[in-house]
Every structure is written in structure tokens, then in C-alpha cells.
């Protein structure tokens, strides 16, 4: 079966957020998405609230709820107690926890699992004990694979952002397919779902899934939001379903 996809919809959310209207909704364009075939939403609400707001998220889990009860809600962030209760709030089905510092732009590196797995394994108990799925951000290294299992996680997210980056560069490109693939390849003979994220577009997912056949699910947002600028959310939502091999 295909890799679902998750829309992020953070960068519609600091589009919204640079007047004080309420448009773009995102509530709306989550709508669209998800009308058009999406598997879930993601969201990164992130302390300064800069793109997703807390207040966003009561929203988009009653749109799930009520609209499209087959899709999941998927709510990534570092696992602060301010974190914890939002998602113990808001019950996604799935968390996904990175390792970011509340200054950073995006998520660009994965967890040091040797040196956070006293830290994760009593928070993905948490969680897990709440009825979510927990996905743990990681590099396309596996080194510390075998600790990402000990916390008792159920996948593993890997971060393809230096593969996004080689979109002018074929042999680069290559390169880190054989480190995503690689990477992948220890998580399944550990038992762990593989989720992937970051800067993924229409062009370079068929690479990727070749890559990685089993992979369970991708989570875009500013390559998807981009694209939705020029086509519409519904047509680059089904262009990416096709991307994926639906």
C-alpha cells in the first residue's frame, strides 16, 4: 500500500498569521486537503505560537471528528509539559516528538537516542497509555535505532531534509536515498513503522518510495503549500497522492 499523506498545514498558518484576519483558514484548507484525499493533518505547535496557534487545534480535531473520522490528526513538537498537556488535550492520533529548541526555524536534526532514551521512554509511556501512536524524529542514521525501540516508540520519523536539499545534485540525491533506504531497512528488522518528513515534493518522492517500499507515511507542509499557491490545494493534493503511487 502507498505511503498516506499528512498535510502540514503550519505554513498556512504563518501565512494567516501575518494580519490579524482569519484567512487563509486552516481550518478550510485542511478541509480541502483532506476532501481531496489527504490521509491526515500535521501540526507543529510550536511555544511562540508563530504558526499553528494553540486555538487552531480544538478546530481541526473536531473537523477530523465530525467531517472525516477515517483521517488522523498528527501533532509534532518537543515534549515539553506545556506539550504533553496540549496533546493529552487534544488526543491525535498520532505524536510525532522532535528535538527541537524553541528557537529554531524548523526541525532540521534528529534525537540523540543513546542520550535521551532515559528522557523519551517515560513520555512515550505517557502517551502511548493515552491511546496514541508515537513517531519519533531521526536522523537517516541508525546508529541509536535500537534505543529509539527501547522507549517503547511504535515508528520512527526519518528526516529527509538533506535528501530535499540535493534537488539540483542527482549524485547527491543517490547518496542519501542509499542512507534513507539503509536507515529504513534497521528500523523494519526492529520492528519499527517509518514515517518520513521534511522538504519533499512532488519530484522527489518517486525516489523515495522506490527507496523505502514499505514506508508508512509522509508529513509536508512548505513544498505542499507552495505548490497549493499555483495549483489549488485539491489538484496538488492529488498530484502528491500520485507522487506517493495512489
Known sequence: MPAKLSVNLN???LLRNRRDLPWPSVVGLGRAALAAGAAGLTVH????????RFSDLADLRALIDDEFPQAEFNIEGFPSEDFLALVEKHQPEQVTLVPDDPAQA??????DFPGKTAFLAPIVARLKASGMRVSLFADPDPLGYEQ????GADRIELYTGPYGATHDDPKAAERELARLSRAAAVARELGLGVNAGHDLTVDNLPALVRAIPDLLEVSIGHGLTADALMYGMPATVARYRAALGH
Open 45 to 52: 505547535p510550536r511555544p511562540d505560537q508563530r504558526h499553528i
Open 148 to 151: 529509539a525501540k527501547a522507549t
Open 11 to 13: 505554513a498556512v498558518a
Open 106 to 111: 524548523t526541525s532540521d536534526h534528529g534525537w
